[in-house]
């Protein structure tokens, strides 16, 4: 059931951008400006039991978000072995506890109780990893994370429109300025 919601859900996390988290990194002495043109490093190639590589309509939509995102910075897309730098997908779903303490009525200004529920969520996590080949090592990673959303077959344009949002607030600090 957790893979059927996790393709369905296919970690976007644009209609929950508000509340989904963001960061990245990168390795400081990397000259970034050299960097003009990319290529792909598919996800199963990377790890074949990511979440992504499981499931490859979800991870190409997730290529497209990115592509995109890359393109509309300048970069132009290529072949993996003549590329300035080369990128990977990662995804990873976990379900987790989500606590939320409701209010009970006050008489006088006085606290009369209230209570507290418990639920369960689905939280996704898609990291976008920037690979420089001649050093061999990562030099960017940016990571989302937020509580997935549930698409059916007939949303498949919002959910790429979602991917598509926040690939962009991901890849938003690359390159590193």
Same mark, same amino acid.
């Given at each position: 059931?957790?893979?059927?919601?996790f393709l369905m859900a *296919?970690? +976007?996390? %644009?209609? &929950?951008?508000?509340?989904?988290? =963001?960061?990245?990194?990168?390795?400081?002495? #990397?000259?970034?400006?050299?960097?003009?043109?990319?290529?792909?490093?598919?996800?199963?190639?990377?790890?074949?039991?990511?979440?992504?590589?499981?499931?490859?309509?979800?991870?190409?939509?997730?290529?497209?978000?990115?592509?995109?995102a890359l393109q509309e910075?300048?970069?132009?897309?290529?072949?993996?072995?003549?590329?300035?730098?080369? *990128?990977? +997908?990662? %995804?990873? &779903?976990?379900?987790?506890?989500? =606590?939320?303490?409701?209010?009970?009525?006050? #008489?006088?200004?006085?606290?009369?109780?209230?209570?507290?529920?418990?639920?369960?969520?689905?939280?996704?996590?898609?990291?976008?990893?920037?690979?420089?080949?001649?050093?061999?090592?990562?030099?960017?990673?940016?990571?989302?994370?937020?509580?997935?959303?549930?698409?059916?077959?007939?949303?498949?344009?919002?959910?790429?429109?979602?991917?598509?949002?926040?690939?962009?607030?991901?890849?938003?600090?690359?390159?590193?300025?």
């Open positions: 059931m957790k893979m059927i919601l *296919v970690l +976007v996390l %644009g209609s &929950a951008c508000s509340s989904g988290k =963001v960061k990245s990194s990168y390795k400081k002495d #990397t000259d970034f400006s050299k960097f003009k043109t990319y290529g792909w490093i598919l996800g199963i190639k990377v790890n074949p039991d990511d979440e992504l590589s499981k499931h490859p309509r979800v991870l190409k939509r997730v290529e497209n978000s990115v592509n995109k910075k300048g970069f132009k897309l290529g072949e993996a072995e003549n590329a300035d730098f080369v *990128v990977a +997908v990662h %995804g990873a &779903a976990e379900t987790k506890t989500q =606590v939320n303490q409701i209010a009970g009525p006050t #008489t006088w200004g006085v606290y009369d109780g209230g209570y507290i529920s418990l639920g369960y969520v689905d939280e996704g996590t898609l990291v976008i990893d920037v690979i420089d080949p001649v050093a061999k090592a990562i030099v960017w990673r940016g990571a989302g994370s937020s509580i997935l959303k549930n698409y059916r077959d007939s949303q498949a344009e919002e959910m790429q429109q979602d991917l598509d949002v926040m690939v962009a607030k991901i890849m938003k600090s690359f390159p590193p300025q």
